[in-house]
């Protein structure tokens, strides 16, 4: 396996967990082949690929994500805007 296709593995993985991805979990998905210097190797090439577009690749103390950049919070506040809480009638009668 070339590391083309590592990356692209890795990118669909990134993408795809709804957990960050640990290098050893990665490197278990690939049945160890690569190895893990290979994998953290492909992935801060994936950060560097990444660098100019809207996510941003980042490690954590729980693994490798993929995250919004900053500059864009306020596009994303406006896809999934806050509404205030509906309280029951019940609920309010009760506090009441």
């Given at each position: 396996m070339d590391k083309k296709?590592?990356?692209?593995i890795l990118e669909a993985l990134l993408l795809a967990s709804e957990t960050p991805l640990t290098i050893k979990k990665?490197?278990?998905?690939f049945d160890s082949?690569?190895?893990?210097?290979?994998?953290?190797?492909c992935l801060m090439e994936i950060q560097v690929d990444w660098k100019d577009r809207g996510l941003d690749l980042v490690s954590t103390s729980l693994g490798w994500r993929f995250q919004t950049k900053g500059r864009y919070s306020d596009y994303m506040q406006r896809l999934h805007p806050e509404r205030p809480t509906k309280h029951s009638r019940a609920l309010l009668e009760t506090l009441a």
């Open positions: 296709e590592i990356k692209v990665a490197n278990a998905i082949e690569p190895g893990l210097k290979m994998i953290e190797n």
